[in-house]
T-cell receptor, first 111, second 115 residues
Framework: AQSVTQLGSHVSVSEGALVLLRCNYS??????LFWYVQYPNQGLQLLLK??????LVKGINGFEAEFKKSETSFHLTKPSAHMSDAAEYFC?????????FGQGTTLQVKP | GAGVSQSPRYKVAKRGQDVALRCDPI?????LFWYQQALGQGPEFLTY????????KSGLPSDRFFAERPEGSVSTLKIQRTQQEDSAVYLC?????????????FGPGTRLTVL
């Protein structure tokens, strides 16, 4: 069965610091992996996705993620945090077309 | 262009009432999904349509939940005899094709509070 684990329900960084949000997956088939961001009272917005090909995926707003099959990981990074990055982040894997989400990580950015 | 829209944005219901939540997907999108997001949790799959056909309803928590998409466009999620545990944000998403790699575009959600 497919599942996603996000390590750390809350991450706090200073503005300008590296952002690292962790995601590990379990999948019985080659996975398709996604990162979504959710701002308060809004729906989810796609940051990036991995399907096939290059394992380093670049997304919007300067985010990127690397698919590591040997570690079953798909961690999200951004070199320099902005105040506007404060939000809830969800990692997800697809299974028969539907998305299986992790519990989410709240990113706090301190001035 | 217009994204996925949902109405109402907020709904308060008394326990035992029936509610209907509407989703307008992006025009021309074949696939439509409903998810339930409890407070502090990730969204959980409820049901999936390809055009008007409901292909997967494995996530519906009970027979009080019913979804339809009669003309392959607008969808309605109906909850009968609401219970407090139904309080959540209900998210609708659509994608242009059927496939695991397709991006799902989400609406803003309907926040349901059952008193």
């Amino acid at each position: 069965a497919q599942s996603v684990t996000q390590l750390g329900s809350h991450v706090s960084v200073s503005e300008g610091a590296l952002v690292l949000l962790r995601c590990n997956y379990s999948s019985s088939v080659p996975p398709y992996l996604f990162w979504y961001v959710q701002y308060p009272n809004q729906g989810l917005q796609l940051l990036l996705k991995y399907t096939t090909g290059a394992t380093l995926v670049k997304g919007i707003n300067g985010f990127e993620a690397e698919f590591k099959k040997s570690e079953t990981s798909f961690h999200l990074t951004k070199p320099s945090a902005h105040m506007s990055d404060a939000a809830e982040y969800f990692c997800a894997v697809t299974y028969t077309g539907k998305l299986i989400f992790g519990q989410g990580t709240t990113l706090q950015v301190k001035p | 262009g217009a994204g996925v829209s949902q109405s109402p944005r907020y709904k308060v219901a008394k326990r035992g009432q029936d509610v209907a939540l509407r989703c307008d997907p992006i025009s021309g999108h074949v696939s439509l999904f409903w998810y339930q997001q409890a407070l502090g949790q990730g969204p959980e799959f409820l049901t999936y349509f390809q055009n008007e056909a409901q292909l997967d309803k494995s996530g519906l928590p009970s027979d009080r939940f019913f979804a339809e998409r009669p003309e392959g466009s607008v969808s309605t999620l109906k909850i009968q005899r609401t219970q407090q545990e139904d309080s959540a944000v209900y998210l609708c998403a659509s994608s242009s094709r059927q496939g695991s790699t397709d991006t799902q575009y989400f609406g803003p959600g309907t926040r349901l509070t059952v008193l």
